[in-house]
């Protein structure tokens, strides 16, 4: 699940700080950056939008006025340089209000309140979708199969990441691979299992997931080829 968003700031410093930010964020899709509230309006009219990362402080039209024009309103994740507006953006019924300058860990949990609030509202729309439950720290845990990003082997352990953390399962590559979708998971190296689903680019040596780069074997290439084309 990605949740569609953009970056409205009239600083351009600012706003290609965001939107790498949101680029670089799983659960989130980027539908367009702007510098002002005409453009981003004309966007809205035309793009189902989830989140908007609003400046207040913008010429013409300030961020509250934006919002007042608007019928239906998005989830507002505000960012500016000012704390003065604070109470005066919850009444706007804000998911968050983050200060300048943003940092990454402030970024993630403001966007984790957004999602948090998306599936409250919404439902879950992995509720009944593919899972496994594995055993780790004791626990028994369902994890929905289309957020494992990829599978790594860790000693006598695999170390199974997520779109939201890991866990480390005591297992063997072979019996955990067993778990998995056949469609959905290739071993793309002794050591490794991947989600084909979440494989943006490739070559002859690494599988790229994110900033991740996941060994590829000489002659796993072509599994995780076919793999693809099929998926």
């Known amino acids: 699940m990605k949740l569609n968003c953009v970056v409205v700031d009239d600083s351009n410093i600012q706003r290609m700080l965001i939107t790498k930010l949101v680029n ?17 309006k004309n966007c809205l009219s035309i793009n189902d939008v989830d989140i908007i990362f609003l400046d207040i402080e913008m010429p013409v039209i300030n961020g509250f006025a934006f919002l007042d024009a608007l019928k239906v309103k998005p989830q507002i994740i505000f960012i500016t340089v000012k704390p003065d ?95 998995l979708p056949k469609n959905k998971f290739v071993r793309v190296h002794k050591s490794f299992i991947v989600n084909i689903d979440k494989v943006e680019r490739y070559n002859s040596k690494f599988a790229e997931i994110g900033k991740s780069k996941i060994p590829l074997s000489r002659n796993k290439k072509e599994d995780l080829v076919r793999a693809l084309a099929v998926g």
């Open 85 to 179: 507006y604070a109470v005066r953006a919850f009444d706007y019924d804000a998911t968050d209000y983050i200060q300048k300058p943003i940092t990454s860990e402030r970024f993630d949990a403001a966007v984790k309140r957004a999602l948090d609030f998306y599936l409250l509202k919404n439902g879950s729309p992995q509720e009944d979708g593919e899972h496994i439950f594995i055993k780790s720290n004791l626990k028994k845990l369902k994890i929905f199969t289309s957020k494992i990003k990829w599978v790594e082997a860790y000693g006598d352990y695999v170390k199974v990441i997520t779109e939201d953390d890991s866990n480390l399962v005591l297992s063997t590559m072979k019996s955990f691979e067993n778990e």
């Open 24 to 40: 670089n964020h799983p659960s989130l899709k980027l539908i367009g950056d702007f510098s002002n509230a005409i453009e981003t």
